[in-house]
T-cell receptor
């Protein structure tokens, strides 16, 4: 089955630690995205990547970093510079960034202790 | 910039009731419009989409019509079920810096009671 996987489902982190969230897709999509979801709010775009070895900042990139070394993988690192990292993180992909339909993974819930 | 406004929730209905969740948008140009659904603890699933004015998207008994004159994309279902309980997000596509991005509304939580 084609789809997007995110791991882990739940993640706990101590203040001051960096943590990396995994996102993998086997849909052969060129474009991938990371969103943050807070309670009662819509999704906000953190970073997106149109193609391997390329990525751009979204609306709330501060305190986050990404890499895109392989087409199927787009990991997100939440750094200690992110002031309020507790949130639900969603990864998505689309065929390319000219096609507007995005498909989402199941999400990772990050809690800072 | 482009934006989406949804009716505030939560919305609570009885099974077999008629559902409307309002969505209006502000946009330059002619974006595609989407409804996504999120079940508890899960990611978002595409429910339906419409790409131009007067288009009707439909799926699983849900419908929404792209109304350019009222800049709206209201979600409707004639008879809801308990399994429809979820959070519903309206979104539009926004073409910025050579890429399509999605702009989301804040979501509307729907609870259906048996």
């Amino acid at each position: 089955d084609g789809g997007i996987t995110q791991s882990p489902k739940y993640l706990f982190r101590k203040e001051g630690q960096n943590v990396t969230l995994s996102c993998e897709q086997n849909l052969n999509h060129d474009a991938m995205y990371w969103y943050r979801q807070d309670p009662g709010q819509g999704l906000r775009l953190i970073y997106y990547s149109q193609i391997v070895n390329d990525f751009q900042k979204g609306d709330i990139a501060e305190g986050y970093s990404v890499s895109r070394e392989k087409k199927e993988s787009f990991p997100l690192t939440v750094t200690s510079a992110q002031k309020n990292p507790t949130a639900f993180y969603l990864c998505a992909s689309s065929i390319d960034t000219l096609r507007d339909t995005q498909y989402f993974g199941p999400g990772t819930r990050l809690t800072v202790l | 910039g482009n934006s989406v406004t949804q009716m505030e929730g939560p919305v609570t209905l009885s099974e077999e009731a008629f559902l409307t969740i309002n969505c209006t948008y502000t946009a330059t140009g002619y974006p595609s419009l989407f409804w996504y659904v999120q079940y508890p603890g899960e990611g978002l699933q595409l429910l339906l989409k419409a790409t131009k004015a007067d288009d009707k998207g439909s799926n699983k008994g849900f419908e929404a019509t792209y109304r350019k004159e009222t800049t709206s994309f209201h979600l409707e279902k004639g008879s809801v079920q308990v399994s429809d309980s979820a959070v519903y997000f309206c979104a539009l596509s926004d073409y910025v810096q050579g890429a399509q991005k999605l702009v989301f509304g804040q979501g509307t939580r729907l609870t259906i009671n048996p």
